[in-house]
Nanobody, 120 residues
Framework: QVQLVESGGGLVQTGGSLSVSCVVSGTFLKINAMGWYRQAPGNQRELVARITSTLSTSYADSVKGRFTISRDNAKNTVFLQMNNLKPEDTGVYYC??????????????WGQGTQVTVSS
């Protein structure tokens, strides 16, 4: 059983910074890509940032230059540093990981979500 547990998030004023992290636990062979998604009320879940196992990163245009995704492969952890936050960054942030089991079968896993609120 693979589990993703997020931490961090919270309430911050416009222009402030927050960070979120996500630890992957359980029995598996390896973690391929990891990412952060967010969902605002009434909106669809959208990709915020993604990082591969070789540390290649990609970002949504709306967060480029403000957010930084990173990972610690030894600790099965992915981080998202969010700077210069804007009210439109408000939402529930979900961690995602594509995990390979010992049969080399890959599956998508999700965290429970953590709230990020940016006040104007």
């Amino acid at each position: 059983q693979v589990q993703l547990v997020e931490s961090g998030g919270g309430l911050v004023q416009t222009g402030g910074s927050l960070s979120v992290s996500c630890v992957v636990s359980g029995t598996f062979l390896k973690i391929n890509a990891m990412g952060w998604y967010r969902q605002a009320p009434g909106n669809q879940r959208e990709l915020v940032a993604r990082i591969t196992s070789t540390l290649s990163t990609s970002y949504a245009d709306s967060v480029k230059g403000r957010f930084t995704i990173s990972r610690d492969n030894a600790k099965n952890t992915v981080f998202l540093q969010m700077n210069n936050l804007k009210p439109e960054d408000t939402g529930v942030y979900y961690c995602n990981a594509f995990v390979m089991d010992y049969r080399s079968v890959g599956n998508d896993y999700w965290g429970q979500g953590t709230q990020v609120t940016v006040s104007s």
